[in-house]
């Protein structure tokens, strides 16, 4: 039975950011706020989380999972890219994009797409996940809210918990916060590659539409 927090969403209560991070430093799988929808979140070293997640979502090994990142020296840890991709992600982030890059060798192989070996990276602009990568001191492993069968990711909060109560450990309610994915980019070419058009504007890439 999954436990259900209601978390202020601009000034999350600190006891309840530190029981969910000892969540998922315990194995646990969480449903949390992002600054475009609510996603799936765990431990990115854990794979039976990896397992989970794609068992909710119901997609195979080729699913891409994103790190959710504190901010570019943490990003590129674990994502390689050169200085025109650096300003270009200083100018989007924090923000609502997932970027894909080639991995670091930071990243464990499972994490990575089985062919490419890549790797998606997001910097959120939520203060819950602000305080939860803070209390975290890693990236978190995360994979939209979106389930079988649904047009749209799930936005309320007693929907999800009557839906995943079985199969996550945590809820963190902060309210509705969008109905929109984030925008995906793939970076890992010449050019920008837009996988996903989502919340975060497309202009920054020469994008004129989707």
């Not at 927090?5 to 000034?11: E, M, R």
């Not at 799930?154 to 509705?176: K, P, T």
């Amino acid at each position: 039975m999954a436990q259900f927090f209601s978390i202020h969403p601009d000034n999350p209560q600190l006891r309840l950011i530190r029981q969910a991070a000892a969540i998922i430093r315990a194995g646990g799988v969480i449903v949390y706020p992002t600054d475009s929808c609510y996603a799936l979140g765990g431990h990115l070293g854990d794979k039976a989380v990896m397992t989970r997640i794609r068992a909710i979502r119901q997609v195979d090994e080729h699913h891409h999972f994103t790190l959710m990142c504190r901010d570019l020296a943490e990003v590129s840890r674990y994502a390689q890219f050169d200085n025109r991709e650096h300003r270009l992600l200083k100018a989007c982030t924090p923000g609502s994009y997932t970027f894909i890059f080639p991995a670091t060798r930071e990243v464990p192989r499972r994490l990575q797409h089985p062919k490419r070996s890549t790797i998606g990276v997001r910097i959120c602009d939520h203060p819950v996940v602000h305080a939860l990568l803070a209390e975290l001191n890693e990236p978190l492993l995360s994979s939209t809210l979106m389930l079988p069968g649904d047009e749209f990711p799930l936005n309320d909060a007693e929907e999800i918990r009557s839906r995943l109560e079985h199969q996550v450990e945590l809820v963190l309610d902060s309210g509705a916060c969008g109905l929109e994915m984030s925008t995906v980019i793939d970076l890992t070419g010449d050019m920008p590659n837009l996988v996903r058009q989502g919340k975060g504007s497309i202009a920054h890439f020469g994008f004129t539409h989707g």
